[in-house]
Every structure is written in structure tokens, then in C-alpha cells.
């Protein structure tokens, strides 16, 4: 079980909800953990130990992520999970709005992923990079259509860094979660809607935190030794009716 011990692995978006489950996890594995969030996430680094790395920082700014970076020891292990969302019709979207999420999930996902890579490169001993995506990727979901996108883009950035990483060992996938039940998800459904929506999925009920990061740990794991350039879904079947 504790198979990530000597690991360093950076979590980004871990204050709370998926994020969060994820360094949990990876920290019950044996990982030392260097987490980040655009609010402080003292709530998960005192779940986890004093030795946890904190930052709190907007994942776009570039400034940030590079500082962040060159105060690890040492990054095995990256899970890009950091996002939000804008939703609104095509016809009310706001420049603005785009860009915010534009930002976020593509710029974010582009600066965490080549300032992993890089110093895995330097350490020459390989790596593991997790990009969370969403099954929105392929679902289009209305009113959700900057993310939907930007979700789609770092699916096919993650299969291109995979071919480019991989003849440095560096293994990168992604994960779509299905619907999950986390504080960001509840801030656009009520519980009703929540209770309601996943009757309706193919298991019956949302995903929970916990579950999503059990596939992001295989995938970090050596039983995924072999394993890169996938996109994985943890969904609940949602696939496989939308
Ligand atoms: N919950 C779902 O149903 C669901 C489904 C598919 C994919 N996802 C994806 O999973 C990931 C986590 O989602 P969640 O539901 O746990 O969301 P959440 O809102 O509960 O948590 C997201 C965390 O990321 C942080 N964050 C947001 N923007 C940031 C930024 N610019 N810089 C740094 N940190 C930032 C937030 O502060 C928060 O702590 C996201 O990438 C999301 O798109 C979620």
C-alpha cells in the first residue's frame, strides 16, 4: 500500500474536494506531498503532516508556478487537477469569461505540466503526470462550452506530452471524472438536483472524492508501469448513455 514512499508528488487545486481526496491518498501511499490552491489548503496539509509543501496561488500565473517549482526538493509525481467553471449560453458568454477558463484549465494545466516535466527530465528517473479532465470532453453538456473545450484540448495535450515524455520515462494520462460530489459541484446544484441527476446515471448515484483519486493513484502507481497516452474515465458509466 505504501508504495509512492521516497516520492514527491504535487497536487495542484488540493484546498478541497477532488484535489483533496487526491493528496490524501497519494500521503496514505507514502508520497511526501507539495500542494497548492488558489486559497490556502492548510485544511488538507494538517489532514496529511508537517512536512507537507503548501502554495497559494492562481495555477495561470506563470510567475507563481515557477516559484512554487524551485522550492521542491525533487517532483515525481504531478496531478494537475486545479479548475472551475464558467456556465452560460453561448449568446451570454462574456470575453472575459472565456478567457478566465480558457486560463485556468488550459494555461494552468500547460505551466504545472511543463515545469513537472522539466524537472523530471533533470533528475533523469522518470515520472508520472495526471491530468484531470471530464467527461464533458466528449459530452456536450450545455451551457459549459469553455470548459467543455478546454477539457477536450487537455485530453489531446496529455496524448501529445505522453509521445514527447516518454523516452524519458515520464508516463502522462488523463482522467475524466464523472459527476462528483464535491463543494465546486454543489455551488451549481442543490441537493435535490444532486439526488435526482445521479438516479439517473447507469451506478445510481455520484461519484464520491475518494473514488476518483483511487484510478489517479494506479495511475501514478508501478501497476500502471506500462501504461501512458490513455485517457481514463472514472464516471460511473456516464459514457456510456450521453
Ligand atoms: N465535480 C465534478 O463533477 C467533476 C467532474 C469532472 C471533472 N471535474 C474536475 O475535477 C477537478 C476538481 O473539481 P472539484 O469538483 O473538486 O472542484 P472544487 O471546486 O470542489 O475544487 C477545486 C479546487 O481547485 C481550486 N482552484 C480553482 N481554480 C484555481 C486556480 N486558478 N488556481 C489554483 N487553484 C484553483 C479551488 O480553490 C478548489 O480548492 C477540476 O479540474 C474539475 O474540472 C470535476
Redesign the pocket.
Known amino acids: 500500500m505504501r508504495d509512492l514512499t521516497g516520492k514527491l508528488a504535487v497536487v495542484?487545486?488540493?484546498?478541497?474536494?477532488?484535489?483533496?481526496?487526491i493528496a490524501l491518498e497519494l500521503a496514505a501511499r507514502g508520497a511526501r506531498l507539495a500542494i497548492?490552491?488558489?486559497?490556502d489548503?492548510c485544511e488538507t496539509a494538517a489532514a496529511i503532516g508537517p512536512d507537507t509543501i503548501t502554495g497559494t496561488?492562481?495555477?495561470?500565473?506563470r510567475e507563481a508556478q515557477e516559484k512554487f517549482f524551485a522550492g521542491l526538493p525533487r517532483v515525481d509525481i504531478l496531478v494537475?487537477?486545479?479548475?472551475?467553471?464558467i456556465r452560460k449560453p453561448l449568446i451570454d458568454l462574456e470575453v472575459a469569461d472565456v478567457a478566465r477558463v480558457w486560463?485556468?484549465?488550459m494555461w494552468?494545466a500547460f505551466h504545472t505540466c511543463q515545469l513537472a516535466a522539466r524537472r523530471m527530465i533533470a533528475q533523469g528517473d522518470g515520472g508520472a503526470i495526471v491530468n484531470?479532465?471530464?467527461?464533458?470532453a466528449h459530452v456536450p453538456w450545455a451551457n459549459s462550452s469553455p470548459?467543455n473545450g478546454a477539457?477536450a484540448a487537455l485530453n489531446q495535450m496529455s496524448r501529445t506530452w505522453a509521445l514527447e515524455l516518454a523516452p524519458h520515462r515520464i508516463r502522462v494520462n488523463a482522467l475524466?471524472?464523472?459527476?462528483?460530489?464535491?463543494?465546486?459541484?454543489?455551488?451549481f446544484s442543490t441537493e435535490e438536483e444532486l439526488r435526482e441527476g445521479g438516479a439517473k446515471l447507469p451506478l445510481g448515484r455520484?461519484?464520491r472524492?475518494e473514488e476518483?483519486a483511487k484510478g489517479v493513484a494506479f495511475l501514478v502507481s508501478s501497476d500502471a508501469s506500462y501504461v501512458t497516452g490513455t485517457v481514463m474515465q472514472v464516471?460511473g458509466g456516464v459514457s456510456l448513455i450521453e
Not at 495542484?12 to 483533496?20: D, E, Y
Not at 496561488?57 to 500565473?61: A, P, Q, Y
Not at 484531470?132 to 464533458?136: E, F, Q, R
Open positions: 495542484t487545486g488540493a484546498g478541497r474536494g477532488i484535489g483533496q481526496a497548492c490552491d488558489l486559497h489548503p496561488f492562481d495555477v495561470s500565473d494537475n487537477n486545479a479548475g472551475m467553471s486560463n485556468v484549465l494552468g484531470i479532465t471530464s467527461v464533458l470548459y477539457k475524466e471524472p464523472g459527476w462528483t460530489d464535491t463543494p465546486g459541484e454543489r455551488a455520484l461519484a472524492p476518483i464516471d
